[in-house]
């Protein structure tokens, strides 16, 4: 078993759709959680982290962390055709410690 | 603030050649990482660089990669010999290490895209 999975899609929803991006992970000890997007042929980019449980809103992104059921997500209200890309969860357990990336899920916003 | 540079943007080569990338880190970050990101895959961490020393080479394959960063800033991958299956994106990555996230904020490059026939 992996110690992240993420459905690698593709997804794909009109544009001012509300998108559901999600990755469960095994190890419990993972502390901090991240999503990072990544355009075609581009490096990814980091968009939100989150520190232990809970919500953290920015903009129209929203990220969440349920530790008792080892599941995250990625809320992006009213898409848009640029949020288009590849969404990477990432976690890890320590501050200086390797961060282990889920395999992305792909992202089409159709106008 | 300058990004990461990487360098080449694309690299075809025959199996059992080999082939040098190279990185250029975000001025003062002092740990480097280069990732092999397969298509359809996310980032595996090959090699973690903390100013000039190696943190984590556990997922290099050290028969055929080798990589170094002379003097703390610049960072050189190399492949030799290349087989099909190193075809990928090599990715470099930066990070200061500090603030709350500490290493888990990385700046990532364009990548070098490797295809090997």
């Known amino acids: 078993q992996k110690e992240v999975e993420q459905d690698p899609g593709p997804l794909s929803v009109p544009e001012g759709a509300i998108v559901s991006l999600n990755c469960t992970y095994s190890?419990?000890?993972?502390?901090?959680f991240m999503w990072y997007r990544q355009y075609s042929r581009k490096g990814p980019e980091l968009l939100m982290y989150t520190y232990s449980s809970g919500n953290k809103e920015d903009g129209r992104f929203t990220a969440q962390v349920d530790k008792s059921s080892k599941y995250i997500s990625l809320f992006i209200r009213d898409s848009q055709p640029s949020d288009s890309a590849t969404y990477l969860c990432a976690m890890k357990n320590s501050s200086a410690s390797k961060i282990i990336f889920g395999s992305g899920t792909r992202l089409s916003i159709r106008p | 603030e300058a990004g990461v540079a990487q360098s080449p943007r694309y690299k075809i080569i025959e199996k059992r050649q080999s082939v040098a990338f190279w990185c250029n880190p975000i001025?003062?970050?002092?740990?480097l990482y280069w990732y092999q990101q397969i298509l359809g895959q996310g980032p595996k961490l090959l090699i973690q660089f903390q100013n000039n020393g190696v943190v984590d080479d556990s997922q290099l394959p050290k028969d055929r990669f080798s990589a170094e960063r002379l003097k703390g800033v610049d960072s050189t991958l190399k492949i030799q010999p290349a087989k099909l299956e190193d075809s990928a994106v090599y990715l470099c990555a930066s990070s200061s290490g500090q603030g709350m996230l500490g290493t888990g904020e990385l700046f990532f490059g364009e990548g070098s895209r490797l295809t090997v026939l």
């Open positions: 001025s003062g970050h002092a740990t």
């Open positions: 190890n419990s000890a993972f502390q901090y």
